[in-house]
């Protein structure tokens, strides 16, 4: 199984400020054949079901806010929010889609400092 | 716009059974496949299950195997998922979610509480 880790696993920062997460795979991700990242962020709010925001990495899903950005490739992976909201207080999640099982990190809680 | 709705959870004594549905709408569900996602409370999310488009081809979780079950059926646009042998730890929110390489749309949830 691919073994997911999130760091860290809980983040304050100042509203405006930006935050990163980072996800690291202890295996590759990557089908190289198709040169893509079978790599997943979501962000999971206390009674509200997962809401993805990115995949392949680095692909925005449609009406994300572009603060929210994917990068990496491989077994490292990084997301960002370039200036914090306060609706942007969450659990984030990466996941891989690469082979099953689909594995998750632990989580990072994101609050507002 | 597509929606997913689960339906069939509830309290249940460990050794217990219960099946959960959940049905779909707004997209051509028979060319998806399927999934369950669960998040037990304080933790984090473990995928579960998946159905091929057809139900030709089931995977499961290593902590679910031999007990449950999931299946589908295309003409009433739902899949289930029948869990037996009940345990405390399989306390949880389960989630059915379209599984399109990435999970983009998910239920609300279903409280499965085992006690």
């Known amino acids: 199984d691919i073994v997911m880790t999130q760091s860290p696993d809980s983040l304050a920062v100042p509203l405006g400020e930006r935050a990163t997460i980072n996800c690291k795979s202890s295996?590759?991700?990557?089908?190289?054949?198709?040169?893509?990242?079978?790599l997943a962020w979501f962000q999971k709010k206390s009674g509200q079901p997962p809401r993805l925001l990115i995949y392949?990495?680095?692909t925005r899903e449609s009406g994300v806010p572009d603060r929210f950005s994917g990068s990496g490739s491989g077994t490292d992976f990084t997301l960002t929010i370039s200036s914090l909201q306060a609706e942007d207080v969450a659990v984030y999640y990466c996941?891989?889609?690469?082979?099953?099982?689909?594995?998750f990190g632990q989580g990072t809680k994101l609050e507002i400092k | 716009e597509v929606q997913l709705e689960e339906s069939g959870g509830g309290l249940v004594q460990p050794g217990g059974s219960l099946r959960l549905s959940c049905s779909g709408s707004?997209?051509?569900?028979?060319?998806?496949?399927m999934s369950w996602v669960r998040q037990a409370p304080g933790k984090g999310l473990e995928w579960v299950a998946n159905i091929k488009y057809d139900g030709t081809e089931k995977n499961y979780v290593d902590s679910v195997k031999g007990r449950f079950t999931i299946s589908r059926d295309n003409a009433k646009k739902s899949v289930f998922l029948q869990m037996n042998s009940l345990r405390a730890e399989d306390t949880a929110v389960y989630y059915c979610?379209?599984?399109?390489?990435?999970?983009?749309?998910w239920g609300q949830g279903i409280l499965v509480t085992v006690s």
């Open positions: 707004g997209f051509s569900f028979n060319d998806y496949w």
């Open positions: 295996q590759s991700v990557l089908y190289s054949s198709r040169n893509d990242n079978y």
């Open positions: 979610a379209r599984l399109e390489s990435y999970f983009r749309y």
């Open positions: 392949w990495a680095s």
């Open positions: 996941q891989q889609y690469y082979s099953s099982p689909y594995t």
